[in-house]
């Protein structure tokens, strides 16, 4: 049956890590990476990145159009990891989206992954925490991230907050009820 996970924590907390860690070691496995080589910094993170990823993966590029993107991969891989909805909703910002059109993006991914085609897990920072930012474009960032990651973190079936390498799970999914297990009178 298809699951789905939602991993969170700060910058460099092992949050890509641990969604490769979680992938199944056989099946058709897809990695959409919403990063953009924007500068040598994130060049070399998008190779290191790759390099810690199994061959055998799909890898897919997609930093703007998610949602029709991982509908046409559900169909023909039995797991999808996003990493990461933090850039994902930058770049959109970046672009010129409005925070109306991300948010409803961010009802067609929780929409998307509620259906259970295929296994989902996202990675994303989790912002609330930290310093208040300055501009106004940052505060922007801050909430519509915030808005976007409890969409996400509804639809899945488990919320781990990444420590310091740790994974700390804040949401697990519950075990399905079997009609024959004893009821509270």
Known sequence: MASSLFILGGARS???RFAVGEQPSRGRIAFVATAQPGDGDMARRIARHRAERP???????????LVARLTELEAN????????LTLWVSN???RGD????????????GKLIERRRASFTLVSNEVGGGVHPETAMGIR?????????QRAATACDRVVLMVAGL???IKSAAPERSDDAPQAP
């Open 55 to 65: 061959r055998h993966w799909t890898t897919v590029e997609e930093p703007y159009d």
């Open 77 to 84: 891989h039995d797991a999808i990891v996003v990493d990461c």
């Open 167 to 169: 994974p700390l799970t």
């Open 14 to 16: 092992g949050k890509s």
């Open 98 to 109: 409005g925070d109306a059109g991300s948010l409803d993006e961010a009802e067609a991914l």
């Open 141 to 149: 960032f801050r909430d519509l991230l915030g808005f976007v990651n």
């Open 92 to 94: 959109r910002l970046l």
